[in-house]
Each structure stands twice: as C-alpha cells, then as structure tokens.
C-alpha cells in the first residue's frame, strides 16, 4: 500500500524530509510514500485525529497538547528528524555578545506561522528572570511582512528561520545575533501517527523511519552544496547559493538529528517551553506520546 505523508508547511528546516524523496531512501526500503501538502501548519495531525490514515510530520508540540486535553489520546511521536531549534534572530546592527537580556527594550517581531519559535525562547527568557510579557515584541505579522518592516526599520530584531536570515545577511539587512540551535537539544521535529495506525501498518511504517534514518545519516556526510541540490525544486524561489549557505548553516549548528530516536533532553526542554507559556497544562510523561519501536542505539 501507499503511506500518506502529511506535510506540515513548506521550510528549509524540514530539508531531511524532501531529500528522502530526493535520494529515493523510501524506494530503497520498499515503501511507496506519497507527499500530501496541507494548507496550514498542523492541520495534518488535526486530519489524522479526524480519522485520515496517514503520517504527519510537524512538532511534538501538537502531540503534547491533544495527550494534555485527551489522556487516552493515541497520537504519538516517533523518528526525531529536527533536534534543535532552527530560527535564527537577525538583527540590524552586528552583535557578537548578544545574550537573552538583550531583548530587553528593543523592538522584536517574533514568527507568527508557528507557536513553537516563541514559546522556546518566552523560556528562555523565564530561566534568565525575565518576564516574557515585559519584550516590545509583534507576535502577529507574517513572515513575509516581518522582513518588509524590518527592512524598513521598524524592528530592531526579528525571529525567522533560514533561509529568511541569509536573505537579510546578503542583501545587507541584518546581522545574526544569536542561533537558538545553540540552545541545546530541543526535540522539534518528529514523524507523528496513531499507533493504531502504527499497528495496522507496522512494516511499512518501519520502513519509513528506516528510510529516514538513512537520509539523516545521510545529510551528515553530504556537503551543503549536494543536499541543496537535491532539496532544490522544493524551493525553487530560493538562490543556489543562499540555500548552501542556509544549509551549511544548519548543519554547522547540528541541527538534523543524527539518531532519530526521540532524545529525553529535548523532548523535555520543549515541554519546559509550552508549560510555562501555558500551552499545555500537565507534564506529559515521555512514554505516553513517544513510539519507541523502531528506535535502535547509536
């Protein structure tokens, strides 16, 4: 049969996904995979809780949120493809010293499509003593209207993710402060099914994460150069040689998982973030959301 996969949105930090079709890793597992584009971030786990039988990628986030409101909830998560946090804060002057106090009394837009960007760096502003409420921050704007008034600017520091940063680099608009990748493990992207599902389709979806495990390792011996030139047509707006760039960029931060197992650290540190920015309510025990059959050891 053919697996459903659900894409959240469109986003250079999802490159390890769109280069599993790219290398043909799902063909090697004898798995046939279809990509489903979705219309809005998270709208893919809301059609498999509806009933859709696919897979979804996106954050633990949503899983976390549907466990904190349905306890018997069989949305989980498996296959870590993003561990770290990919969004970058570009600001108009240089700024090599920058620290999480610094938001303090600048004019700061954060990313609108997502709630995850905010609600990890809100924490860290909590962990430095820092009430989130006190930033002069616009939390409503587009990505795409942040980068007009920035350019414009009307902000002092703007949240966005690659390859948005290199374009404000190259065209000598900004310069990047501070790379929340730097934070440390930070579980942010993960493949997410009911494992009911899971259940009903365990050897393809085992060949799935194989696959995937496969292009992660992968993308770890690839140059920048090669890995944007297979996740080229996915972003066919982007240069060539801001998208190496972007890519390199990422890479150099460690940010794709190099085992896809779910790391504890990381799923903790994020569920750190939606508690205190009051987007769940209870801690949600790691074996309640994450699928842990597929994993293998390092």
Known sequence: MSITLFENFRALFY????????????????VD???APMSAPGDGSSA???GAD???WGGPMRVMRNHDEDPDSDLVSFCEVVGKDPFQLVGRTPKSDF???DLVGIRFASFLEAPTPWLCLQEDLRRENIDPGSIDRAGDLPVTDIMDRFQKGEFDLVQVPEPYAQALVDGGHGHIWYETASRGACCYTTFSARRSFIDAHR???GAMYAAQAATLRWIQDETAGEIARVVAPYFPDVPPEQLTQSIDRYKSAGLWSRNP??????LERLRAGLLSGGFIEREIPYEEMVETRFDTPD
């Open 261 to 266: 197992a779910i790391s504890k650290t990381g």
């Open 48 to 50: 498999i809780l509806g």
């Open 203 to 205: 050897e393809e979806v």
């Open 33 to 35: 995979v279809t990509l």
């Open 15 to 30: 490159a390890p996904f769109y280069a599993a079709f790219g290398i043909s890793a799902y063909e090697r597992e004898n």
């Open 99 to 101: 620290k999480i106090p």
């Open 54 to 56: 696919a897979i979804t």
